[in-house]
């Protein structure tokens, strides 16, 4: 029967868009069938062998499972067969002797895995990360020195679920950007692709010093892409994992204005009838010179793309309850559980027992704790101005 360690991977390889769902659940009906004849098999291997994954990318999701607290096996049957072989051909021959076939027969695409003719491998690429790509991957990704619609393509700062992210360096406003590329493959359908530009479009006449502003939506061949202002800076989740083990005053002296920075964007768009609708730590960035920077608002990734968020974001928005709950009350909701993140030190799952709060904090600040936490949307905050007094006092806590 499909272990824990499937069932996560399959709904990881399903969330970045490895393979499609149908292939996926055809995987685990088949990991029932052999386990029923007594030759059970883990997913990864089913997976690989039909071709929907390639070994580096069961190894890459294998290490983001890991360091969730997943159980994973310490090498997979087809990975270790593989070496064997190579290692068994290696001894019969003389280097240079060894057949292509050897290593795994045709060559794969190093960014998706898919099996590549001689004839279509690319090795004009200069990202060293991807020297042979297929003809889809080739078309999701930017060159340095590339020049698109007054753009031109520095360097690869960063790689996500949904694309890759440039910087690049708009040559009419002689400034760098940020351009990121939205693969077509992502989007639920042309249509979404074309709303999901269109939901970009809408978003340049909101300004505020807190939101990073977009510039741009167009199209990159087949797929879509976005410029926003560059903003330098580690992004909040990061700087909440880095004071983990900070003191209470510390955190709150670090993270504290952020906070209410945050808070601001948000307020913000909400007077504009508007919500970021996917408020995260990681959707914010924090700037030397102008503090906490929200990116990425007005575009939920449920509403365009085939992937859905991460599990670990069921702690800022959960399941329960929430279809009585407004987009902006569940913006303020996050922020609230994020405050109450850095009031506790780490992730919800640790969250100690009220007896133990009291220990830390005043009844006032348990309560809040109390409060955010609770599953029914009744007890969340449901205005800005309260969660702004709120922050106020959590933030001169002796």
């Known amino acids: 029967m499909p272990t824990d360690y499937d069932n996560k991977l399959a709904n990881l390889t399903f969330r970045l868009g490895h393979a499609a769902k149908e292939d996926i659940e055809a995987c685990g009906r088949e990991i029932v069938r052999l386990d029923n004849l007594g030759t059970p098999r883990d997913l990864a291997d089913l997976m690989i062998e039909r071709g929907l994954v390639s070994e580096k990318q069961v190894l ?23 070496r064997e072989r190579e290692a068994a051909q290696m001894s019969r021959v003389e280097l240079g002797e060894i057949p292509d076939e050897a290593f795994g027969g045709s060559p794969v695409c ?22 042979r790509l297929c003809a889809r991957c080739r078309s999701e990704r930017a060159v340095k020195g590339q020049i698109h619609q007054g753009y031109r393509i520095e360097e690869k700062v960063g790689e996500g679920r949904l694309g890759i992210v440039y910087r690049a360096r708009d040559l009419k406003r002689v400034e760098n950007v940020a351009l990121k590329i939205y693969p077509e493959r992502l989007f639920i359908d042309n249509k979404k692709l074309n709303a999901f530009l269109t939901a970009v479009s809408a978003s ?18 087949r797929n879509g892409f976005v410029v926003t202002e560059y903003v330098e800076g580690e992004t909040l989740r990061s700087a909440i994992d880095r004071n983990t083990n900070a003191s209470l005053a510390k955190r709150i002296d670090a993270l ?22 996917e408020f995260r730590p990681r959707k914010v960035i924090l700037s030397q010179q102008d503090g906490a920077r929200l990116t990425d608002w007005m575009l939920p990734t449920p509403r365009f793309f085939k992937v859905t968020p991460p599990a670990i974001d069921d702690y800022y928005e959960p399941s329960e309850d929430t279809g009585r709950a407004s987009a902006q009350q569940k913006d303020l909701l996050a922020l609230a559980r994020i405050a109450v993140e850095v009031l506790l030190g780490n992730r919800p799952e640790q969250i100690p027992t009220e007896q133990e ?20 949307p009744s007890a969340w905050p449901s205005e800005a101005g309260r969660l702004r007094r709120e922050l106020h006092r959590l933030s001169h806590l002796d």
């Open 204 to 221: 340049f006449r909101i300004t505020d010093p807190h939101l990073v502003a977009f510039l741009h939506a167009g199209r990159w061949g």
């Open 256 to 277: 504290g204005p952020m906070l209410g920075d945050c808070l601001e964007a948000l307020a913000k768009l909400h007077d504009k009838g508007h919500a970021h609708e």
């Open 60 to 82: 890459e999701m294998d290490r983001r499972l890991e360091l969730a607290g997943v159980n994973v096996p310490n090498e997979h049957a087809v990975i270790r067969e593989r």
């Open 110 to 131: 190093s960014a998706c895995g898919a099996i590549l003719a001689e004839e279509i491998i690319d090795v004009r690429s200069t990202d060293e990360g991807a020297p």
């Open 357 to 376: 709060m009291h220990k830390t904090f005043p009844r006032a600040v348990v309560d809040f704790i109390k409060r955010v936490l609770n599953a029914h």
